[in-house]
């Protein structure tokens, strides 16, 4: 055949594919609606996922707003001002670090966290330094890892409501099956863990497959991270990040602290995964977006001082929950669907605890032990034995996990003697004479809206108002009763330290009883309270008034001139808090 | 041994203020054990809210729900604990299988190693829980028994040997599953005086929880 005799052919073929393109066509305009003319499903402007997909690509139960409010407006144009300083500043790194604190905290844009993650979790120097590691692993991986079966597993329910994760073996999908696999062999001592799907999944939201095996390695192994103690055989991050937390609520949030013991409210149900994937999926995720920014800037602390946070900004709707149901409702499904702040007064609630509990020394938790960290060498291939092979299991438990056994129920003991504390507590006038408690100033519920609208974050009431009486005589009284209480001596050490001089008569004597509280003398609260308050006092306006040896603080962020005019008294101030709440919200 | 307050105590009619008796009222520990992705969340899921999600999320932990449901003259509330499956949260479980008075041990019949791991956890139950804990078997996923590797004879027989209720359920079709809780409510004893202290019984409601309980079952 000769060339041209060749190209006639090829052109003839071309137009014939066009003329069957055009009859296709118009067959499907010549049968309209008649059923038998299938149309895709994207082709309907019904087609719910345009509808309910939010910007991070999470599927919603209900249709997001069509329209952006003026609010939503501002934002985007404040972002797009944001990106640029962020681009900026990504070319000239390292940053000042007053300056990235500053910008980490407002929140790094969204189109600015691929690369501000990476730089943050050192992705370009780990590849740099480990050039064909990744895809070694992924190959030792599929032929001895032991974890694919619990990983495929997980990979198939992890974000399924995510556009990137919604299609079994797609692209994301894919990629985080590689990259837990991989990495289940580089660190073969951790191997996989549940928590570290979730983790990694998100990581892949923002990074590509390689970059996201890295970002995890450093969140895993880098001590500011120390995710390696979270995850590994015996959880020993979890049990001393849970045990601080509790004792941090039995510093400054005591009166929750009973209720959730009274309630059986244990930490390790609430907390573990706050902990082990940082809030992913229990606060909304454009809030714990923001939170993944602060934990990568400043590590493991942001994870103590958000779980304080979370329970501060809720507290006095979770004291109204009067059974464990409830509470355990809220934390781990409400707060997920409407956080009731929006994302920048969360934050702004966050930066003040953190400060706060440094303040007090609070908020680095106990060192931690050698067995947080891996102690083989990363990246050495050990071939796993017969009875991880087979995925057996062992018929008894290690020495590790019988250590956390004991712990645990050791724990619960504990919080059962506490019950009973409690049940004293409450009929003592410790309870009674309430003038500790703040204000409930908005029930959270009366938010609740679709959790569409929540993580777009329209709502700003992130204002606090407290009250309370540090009255000298209803400190003894509390004191007295305290001494009713049936406390195990506990953490004696750190409440003579921590407590001021006064009260350090109170816990000598109470000793001498052989009874002692819990943790702290009973004012240790009040004044801790005081001290959120006053440091809340430095960024906010207030008013502060002396009547009758009581001290009525009040703090109303951006608090108008109408409120500061009032003159409230011990008694009236519950009105007053609303009225000024009242008009709070209408400004708002 | 020892038991925290919320387990365990006395079950008997309860007065109301004019006398009249009214429904007995018990509250019961249960726990869900078994393999990691056998479904137990689930099951829990289609009993507590009837429904099922395809892509249920993994439990980090445990989560903890509650349930309600009248038998004969009973209101019987079941405090239900769901496990995370995973072997590296293994060494947590002690703490919600302590003091139940229940439990579901759940394996997926297309996965035989799951029925082995289901029969070391009845094993764990039997030597650590309290003795008189009630078990029952469940092979979940039973929509897909066409594709079967554990047969119904095999884990009916293994379940009878060792003293445990069986019933394969099926959380996407509902099959079975509030039946498998009914009969574990059954089988729990609700008698008067019951051990105030021991595993066997189940706490008794105040009035205030009674009543709101009432209204939400017995539809």
């Known amino acids: 055949m000769t060339a041209a005799a060749h190209d006639d052919e090829q052109q003839h073929a071309l137009v014939k594919r066009a003329d069957d393109e055009r009859e296709d066509i118009f067959k499907r305009y010549e049968l309209g609606l008649d059923p038998s003319n299938v149309v895709d499903s994207w082709e309907n402007p019904t087609f719910e996922i345009y509808h309910i997909t939010d910007k991070y690509g999470f599927m919603h139960d209900s249709r997001l707003p069509s329209t952006r409010d003026s609010q939503e407006v501002q934002r985007t144009k404040i972002e797009l001002e944001r990106d640029k300083k962020w681009m900026k500043m990504i070319a000239h790194w390292p940053p000042h670090p007053e300056k ?313 003991e504990q919080n059962a003697i506490e019950v009973q504390s409690t049940v004293s507590y409450e009929t003592s006038e410790c309870a009674t004479g309430d003038a500790y408690s703040m204000k409930t100033y908005q029930s959270i519920t009366s938010l609740a809206t679709s959790p569409a609208i929540s993580s777009y974050s329209l709502y700003s009431n992130g204002f606090v108002v407290t009250n309370f009486d540090i009255n000298n005589q209803t400190s003894r009284s509390r004191s007295q009763s305290v001494h009713n209480l049936n406390y195990q001596q506990q953490q004696s050490q750190l409440s003579q330290q921590s407590q001021p001089p006064s009260f350090a008569i109170y816990n000598e004597h109470s000793l001498q009883n052989g009874l002692m509280r819990h943790s702290f003398g009973g004012d240790s609260d009040s004044r801790n309270r005081l001290d959120v308050a006053l440091e809340a006092l430095q960024s906010q306006k207030l008013q502060l008034q002396h009547e009758n040896n009581t001290h009525i603080i009040r703090i109303v962020q951006n608090c108008s001139s109408d409120v500061t005019g009032k003159q409230p008294n011990n008694h009236a101030n519950n009105d007053d808090d609303e009225d000024a709440l009242s008009e709070e919200n209408t400004r708002l | 041994m020892a038991t925290t307050p919320r387990s365990g105590g006395a079950s008997g009619a309860a007065q109301r203020p004019n006398g009249t008796s009214q429904n007995k009222s018990c509250q019961f520990k249960l726990v869900l054990l078994g393999e990691s992705a056998v479904g137990k969340s689930s099951l829990v899921l289609r009993f507590v809210k009837g429904q099922f999600h395809e892509y249920q999320e993994s439990t980090i932990g445990a989560a903890f729900l509650t349930q309600t449901i009248c038998i004969e003259d009973t209101v019987v509330k079941f405090e239900i604990w769901d496990t995370a499956g995973q072997e590296r949260y293994h060494s947590l479980a002690p703490m919600y299988y302590r003091g139940a008075q229940a439990a579901i041990v759940v394996y997926d019949i297309q996965n035989q190693d799951s029925f082995q791991r289901a029969k070391t956890w009845v094993k764990e139950l039997h030597k650590q829980a309290s003795p008189n804990i009630v078990i029952a078997l469940a092979g979940n996923k039973a929509d897909l028994s066409n594709i079967r590797v554990v047969e119904f004879d095999e884990a009916k027989q293994y379940a009878e040997e060792n003293g445990l209720l069986f019933m394969e359920t099926s959380a996407k079709t509902g099959m079975n599953v509030n039946d498998i809780f009914l009969a574990i409510a059954k089988k729990l004893p609700k008698n008067d005086g019951a051990n105030n202290q021991g595993a066997g019984a189940g706490r008794r409601l105040n009035e205030n929880e009674t009543n709101r309980q009432t209204n939400n079952c017995c539809k």
């Open chain 1, 100 to 412: 990235l604190h500053k910008r980490v905290y407002k929140g790094i844009p969204d189109r600015i966290r691929w690369p501000a993650w990476k730089r943050l979790l050192h992705v370009e120097e780990s590849m740099a330094q480990n050039e064909g590691v990744y895809s070694r692993m992924l190959l030792l991986a599929k032929k001895y890892s032991t974890e694919t079966r619990q990983i495929d597993a997980d990979v198939n329910r992890q974000f399924r409501d995510n556009l990137a994760y919604r299609e079994r073996y797609s692209v994301k999908q894919c990629s985080l099956f590689n990259v837990l696999n991989a990495y289940s062999i580089f660190n073969s001592e951790l191997g996989y863990c549940q928590g570290m799907a979730c983790v990694a999944g998100v990581l892949l939201l923002y990074m590509q497959e390689e970059e996201a095996f890295w970002a995890l390695n450093t969140l895993i192994t880098d001590k500011k991270y120390g995710m390696h103690g979270l995850f590994i055989e015996g959880f020993p991050k979890l049990t001393r990040f849970i045990d601080h937390h509790d004792r941090i609520l039995s510093k400054i949030m005591r009166k929750l602290h009973k209720h959730f013991i009274k309630h059986n409210v244990d930490a390790l149900l609430y907390a573990i995964k706050w902990f082990f994937v940082v809030f992913v999926e229990r606060v909304p995720f454009s809030l714990s977006l923001r939170v993944w920014d602060i934990f990568l800037l400043d590590g493991d602390r942001v994870i103590v001082a958000m779980a304080v946070t979370i329970l501060y900004l809720h507290k006095d709707e979770l004291l109204r929950l009067k059974d464990m149901d409830a509470i355990i409702e809220y934390l781990q499904v409400k707060l997920h669907k409407n956080f009731g702040y929006n994302d920048d007064d969360a934050i702004q609630a966050l930066e003040r605890v953190m400060k706060k509990l440094k303040d007090l020394k609070l908020d680095a938790p106990p060192p931690a032990k050698v067995n947080e960290f891996p102690t083989r060498t990363l990246g050495h291939f050990v071939e796993a034995d017969l009875e991880k092979k087979i995925g057996r299991r062992r018929n008894d438990y290690t020495d590790t996990e019988k250590q956390v056994i004991t712990d645990v129920i050791s724990r619960q």
